[in-house]
């Protein structure tokens, strides 16, 4: 099958950390740009999104300086280090890819703005950050 699956979630406490995966199966991820969103409510909220030609990474002003994004493409896995958690982080984490071949802006595609689809979606893993 075709699809991106997430995992790492759990509980932490407030000032710890997670790392997120998202690895894609039956297809590669180099070929695709790679965004990290959440939902803590009915919205998607664009977190991180990295290009898949370079090391370009656009991040939201949520989360810039305390997550980062990491691809292994060897591993066909990219990952979300998530650093100093707040209980506000509490939500389900979410992956996506946009083929590299449509060219997709960072921003938009962080900010849901493409004027296209996104081609996968994970089904999403849980992280809540409780004491």
């Known amino acids: 099958q075709v699809q991106l699956v997430e995992s790492g979630g759990g509980l932490v406490q407030p000032g710890g950390s997670l790392r997120l995966s998202c690895t894609a199966l039956g297809f590669s991820v180099e070929d695709y740009a790679i965004g990290w969103f959440r939902r803590a409510g009915p919205e998607r909220e664009g977190l991180l999104c990295t290009?898949?030609?370079?090391?370009?990474?656009y991040a939201a002003d949520s989360v810039k300086g305390r997550f980062t994004i990491v691809r292994d493409n060897a591993k066909n896995t990219v990952y979300l280090q998530m650093n100093n958690l707040r209980p506000e982080d509490t939500a389900v984490y979410y992956c996506s890819a946009v083929a590299r071949r449509f060219r997709p802006s960072l921003e938009a595609m962080c900010e849901k703005t493409l004027p296209y689809g996104y081609d996968y979606w994970g089904q999403g893993t849980r992280a809540t950050v409780s004491s």
């Open positions: 290009s898949a030609d370079d090391d370009s990474t």
